[in-house]
């Protein structure tokens, strides 16, 4: 009886931790900036900073829940970014397509890398990485790429809140109420169960690059809008922001059936608030990296050590 009450709390624990840890974040930035954390512009600018982190996170919610990382998201967003500046000048609706065809169509390679060809996720999407800053480094030759001049006129706050809103929801019925998501959290519970309960692994893995593609499409193409240009580093480090804001928001890292979609909001909401409340604070960048970097190793082996206690606990059950 006492073994019971002790794991549930460990659970209750665990759940309710990133609601914790965002409530801690908000206050304490708060009261450390004397309140210029709760300004109404500094809450645009925040929701402005996390927009993309947004869109990319709720994608990778699908790919963590298998077990599986994408480690070519910011070199993605980065690609689409100049594939949306270079055709802006053509056609801003054409860019837009053009963007989420790019994104759609490396999503679709590292799927089939990956589920297909049986490649270690990270080493297939970390190549993937590696050979469009490649190519980045082709196109912009080291400088940047600018946008049409027509399309600042969608750098609206109220377009990007429409687009999240939408993006988000939908993500959110397929994770939690459709066939597909169940199907996310079988394969990262254990791919051998899954097969024998009739789940083809390899499509399932396909669609969820080929999502986390098109996640990445549109970022690339919000994220020139707002940056004016793209450069060869558009998009740096977004793979390791989004590891960050899904664990920060309690996505256990192994997937599996505890996975659950609003660590990425969450998640995204208490890194953005973190990294904007340095800021005000004055910390540079190192400062603001290393910090970053403690918070995600303390929270992970917080989080991981108690998740293996409690899968222990139910193994001797």
Known sequence: MKSNNKKKGMELFINIFPFISLIVVFVGFALLSG?????ITNCRKIFEQSFTLLLVAGAAVFLLSQNCLDMSVGAVIGMTGVVAALVSKINIPLAFAAALGVGVLIGLINGI?????????????????????????????????????????????????AVCVVF????????????????CRAVGAGETAAVQSGIH???????????????????????????????YNTGNMAEFDILIALILGGMPINGGADSKFRSAVIGVLILGILNNGMVLLGLDT??????????????LAMTFTIRNKINRDKKMA
């Open 35 to 39: 309140g210029r954390t709760l300004d």
């Open 113 to 161: 890398l990956h589920g297909v060809l049986g490649i270690n996720a990270m080493i297939a999407t970390l190549a993937m990485s590696f050979i469009l800053r490649g190519l980045l480094l082709i196109v912009c030759k080291s400088g940047t790429v600018g946008i049409a001049v027509k399309m600042y006129d969608l750098d609206q706050v109220g377009l990007k809140m």
């Open 286 to 299: 190192y400062p603001q990296l290393i910090t970053k970097g403690i918070i995600f190793i303390l929270v």
């Open 201 to 231: 692994i390899a499509f399932i893995k396909i669609i969820s690059y080929v999502f986390m593609g098109a996640a990445a499409g549109i970022a690339g193409f919000f994220t020139v809008i707002r940056t004016g240009a793209a450069m």
């Open 168 to 183: 988000l929801v939908g993500a959110w019925l397929f994770f939690q109420f459709h066939s597909y998501g169940k199907q």
